[in-house]
């Protein structure tokens, strides 16, 4: 079965994605939403909004204002990255990650035919906090961030 996905260049932890933008606003509940909404499809318990994460989130989407640059932290949680043009809502973000779940195979464990590592972390079972964070880049693009804590993707281990 071929992955489709329509996002380009995706990945998670190591790797990068480009969105496609939506016109709404963002906000805490619409990124905890849309990851319950996943996390429920596949027996996961919710994830939780904290402030300390989100805080870290947000910091480090500051330093990439400049340059917009889907270069990840290298900090303690695990990180999803988005950037885009437009103006696109938390909802919008966490749903492309979750369109990798098509390329997820449970059986194996693994990606199939494309990316599914944002999708993996977004469900992982064991992150059970989640902080998100975006701004405005120089050039007009947005750039997002989920962290995740504990962080997921393991080699070797099931999301769920």
């Not at 949680?77 to 988005?82: C, D, P, S, T, W």
Request: with cysteine.
């Amino acid at each position: 079965m071929a992955c489709k996905i329509l996002v380009i260049g995706i990945a998670c932890l190591m790797c990068k994605v480009l969105i496609i933008p939506s016109h709404a606003q963002d906000s805490q509940q619409d990124y905890l939403n849309a990851h319950n909404v996943a996390r429920a499809q596949v027996g996961v318990a919710s994830i939780t909004w904290n402030s300390t994460v989100a805080d870290y989130a947000l910091n480090y989407a500051k330093t990439r204002i400049a340059d917009c640059s889907l270069t990840h932290s290298g900090g303690p949680y695990g990180e999803n990255l988005a950037k885009g043009s437009g103006s696109f809502s938390g909802t919008a973000v966490v749903n492309l990650w979750v369109a990798e779940k098509s390329c997820y195979d449970y059986n194996s464990s693994s990606c199939v035919g494309g990316q599914c590592l944002h999708y993996t972390q977004v469900v992982w079972r064991n992150s059970i906090q989640v902080g998100c964070a975006r701004v405005q880049c120089s050039n007009t693009w947005w750039f997002v961030i989920c962290n995740y804590n504990p962080p997921g993707n393991y080699v070797g281990q099931s999301p769920y």
